[in-house]
Every structure is written in C-alpha cells, then in structure tokens.
C-alpha cells in the first residue's frame, strides 16, 4: 500500500511593485542631474575664461604683436567701440583693432566660421586694410580629418602663407601658381580643408569689408587718438586690452 507524498506549492514569487521602481530610478535621476548642474556651473565659467584667453593670444598673435587692442562691435551696419546700452554685445559681430606703440592702427583682427570637410572650422585672421593683404592666419577650433586635415593648423609652411597675403586670396595647386601675393598652395591630401581657410577669409572679407574700411578710414583710427599704448592707470590699462566677452564668437 503506498502512502502518497503531501504536494509542497513553491513559493510564490514577490515582485518589486512598479511605483517602486519609477519611484528609485526618479530618485537616481534627480540626483544625477542636480551633480550635472553643479558640474556644468563649475565647469563653464572655467571653460569660458580659457576660451577667452585663447582667443586673446590669438588675437596678439595675427596681428604680429600689436603693443594695444581695442574691441569693436557692429552696430547697426557699422562697427563701434562704444556700443548702445541696450546693445547684445555677447551676440553682436566684432572685430578687433590693434595699435602699435606709437598708438598708430596696424590692422584689424576678424573671426569668421564655416564648415570644412568634416565639420565647421573656426579661425581668426589678421588684415591690414590699407594695404589690403591678410597679415597671418590662426584656427581656433577644427575636427578635420587627423594627419591630413588638420594641417591646415599644423603644417607650419601653410599657415605662414597667409602672412602678408593680398586679398582676395586664391587658393592653387602646390607649384601650379604664377607667383601673385595672393596665391595659397593647397595641401596636398587635403584640398578641400585648405580650400575651407581661404574661402572663410575672403567670404569674410566680402561680409564686412566695407564696414571694416569705412572704421579704418574714420579719423580717430587713423591718427590713433583711441590707442593707449602707455595708460597712465589701471582704468586705461583695462581699457587698452582686448576685451572678450562670451568666449569664441
């Protein structure tokens, strides 16, 4: 006679309720966010203020050491240094002029942006307009193609092409050119980056050449009477600076 086994149900298995689960993973995300913003609050004044420093140096550097800079905005088609109070100068487009030390101008730096071959290039460019020709070229932020692209900023003999360069400049096969002031080799590999510098400038150019003569040819540029080359203290000396305002333009 066989006696039969009791049946033992298996346990019944509890799941985590699902306000549960909304409920952690709400938590987790607003902790993870509020970490975020402290990041980015942390971070981005630091960001801005490098930015800043780079462009400035960038700015000392293609116009060939100017002794003073003096910013300028463009204001309802002209460019000004002494801007409306309600101006968005953080957002306005501008240029900056540099004086020598005898307070005489020596050019004007421009900042223009377009895109390359991989993504947008930015770069600085000094010019002279009285002499019309491009006084040195600088990028600033490119993602071209590495070992090819990026020479437009590496390779030491294209970037001094453009010092003293007329304008409009045009860009040449390398050995293929007549010789003109204006001619810049491309690079070999990468043609279309290289392209993408002179097209920027000489887009730049046409966008605002005309304002940029119209300031050039103004009285207090061309005698000098804005440049603080020696300021007698520390108000004159901010106001001799570059004076950047939101990082890159």
Do not use: C
């Not at 913003?37 to 293609?62: G, K, M, N, T």
């Not at 409306?84 to 050019?107: I, K, S, W």
């Amino acid at each position: 006679m066989s006696t039969a086994l009791p049946t033992v149900s298996a346990p019944e298995a509890r799941g985590t309720p699902s306000v549960q689960l909304v409920a952690t993973l709400a938590v987790a995300g607003a902790i993870a966010g509020f970490f975020i913003v402290l990041v980015h609050l942390w971070s981005q004044p630091r960001i801005v203020e490098y930015q800043a420093r780079v462009l400035e140096q960038a700015v000392v550097e293609v116009l060939e050491g100017p002794a003073s800079t003096r910013t300028f905005y463009m204001i309802d088609g002209s460019f000004t240094d002494q801007p409306p109070a309600a101006a968005d100068t953080a957002a306005a487009d501008r240029l900056y002029v540099g004086f020598d030390p005898a307070g005489d101008p020596v050019g004007v730096a421009l900042s223009a942006a377009e895109p390359g071959f991989q993504d947008v290039i930015r770069l600085i460019f000094g010019y002279d307009p009285g002499a019309g020709m491009v006084l040195g070229m600088k990028v600033l932020e490119s993602k071209e193609t590495p070992g090819l692209g990026d020479k437009i900023e590496k390779d030491s003999s294209f970037v001094a092409e453009f010092r003293r360069a007329a304008t409009p400049l045009i860009g040449v096969k390398p050995g293929a050119g007549s010789g003109a002031d204006g001619e810049i080799d491309m690079i070999t590999g990468a043609t279309i980056s290289a392209r993408a510098i002179v097209d920027i400038i000489n887009n730049r150019l046409d966008a605002v050449g005309g304002a940029v003569d119209v300031l050039w040819g103004t009285a207090p540029i061309a005698g000098g009477a804005l440049a603080d080359p020696a300021p007698a203290d520390s108000q004159s000396a901010e106001s001799a600076r570059v004076r950047i305002v939101g990082g890159l333009p």
